[in-house]
């Protein structure tokens, strides 16, 4: 299979019909999003879409994208390099009540009144939300990371009394 350039949207109802397979890249600069929400996009996007039919009938494309990015560590403030590799499977809906008769597995997707789901925009929301939410090398790989982040000794805890006996003694009288 060759790499293409990943159309911007696909008709997901034909391209499952067609058993279609895509493996394409996607320019970063096409990215706003995880352009602002990184330091820099270190290549460009690798992805790859799979678009099927399921035993009941259900149009649904599965899906792969990989990029490196670079963070800023939040333990030493030097950049680092962090690899996002998102998964996904969408069952493309028209409206709430064909949402609702989804089966659990497949995440629902609006397509447009073309018939069409934004590929881009899959991309983009699915690299976003593999990203960290707090950002940080792994402790071997930073500079802070040999320090101790607690301070202080933890006390054993000790035993409460339970708050009920009082009511258990009332029991028993």
Do not use: W
């Given at each position: 299979m060759q790499k293409v350039k990943l159309p911007i949207s696909v008709d997901s109802v034909r391209a499952a019909n067609n058993r279609l397979e895509i493996l394409a890249s996607l320019d970063k600069s096409l990215l706003s999003r995880l352009i602002e929400s990184t330091n820099s996009i270190n290549s460009d996007i690798d992805t790859y879409f799979s678009f099927d039919v399921d035993q009941q009938k259900l149009k649904i494309f599965n899906g792969k994208a990989s990029?490196?990015?670079?963070?800023?560590?939040?333990?030493?403030?030097?950049?680092?390099?962090?690899?996002?590799?998102?998964?996904?499977?969408?069952?493309?809906?028209?409206?709430?009540?064909?949402?609702?008769?989804?089966?659990?597995?497949?995440?629902?997707?609006?397509?447009?009144?073309?018939?069409?789901?934004?590929?881009?925009?899959?991309?983009?929301?699915?690299?976003?939300?593999?990203?960290?939410?707090?950002?940080?090398?792994?402790?071997?790989?930073?500079?802070?990371g040999e320090y101790e982040s607690s301070f202080g000794e933890i006390e054993e805890e000790q035993e409460r009394p339970n708050p009920f006996d009082a009511l258990a003694k009332l029991k028993l009288k």
């Amino acid at each position: 299979m060759q790499k293409v350039k990943l159309p911007i949207s696909v008709d997901s109802v034909r391209a499952a019909n067609n058993r279609l397979e895509i493996l394409a890249s996607l320019d970063k600069s096409l990215l706003s999003r995880l352009i602002e929400s990184t330091n820099s996009i270190n290549s460009d996007i690798d992805t790859y879409f799979s678009f099927d039919v399921d035993q009941q009938k259900l149009k649904i494309f599965n899906g792969k994208a990989s990029v490196a990015v670079e963070l800023t560590c939040q333990r030493c403030n030097e950049p680092m390099i962090y690899q996002c590799d998102a998964e996904f499977t969408y069952c493309p809906v028209l409206n709430k009540e064909q949402e609702n008769n989804l089966p659990d597995v497949y995440e629902p997707i609006y397509y447009d009144e073309n018939g069409e789901v934004n590929l881009h925009q899959i991309v983009e929301d699915e690299l976003l939300l593999t990203l960290p939410q707090i950002a940080k090398h792994a402790l071997a790989d930073c500079k802070y990371g040999e320090y101790e982040s607690s301070f202080g000794e933890i006390e054993e805890e000790q035993e409460r009394p339970n708050p009920f006996d009082a009511l258990a003694k009332l029991k028993l009288k």
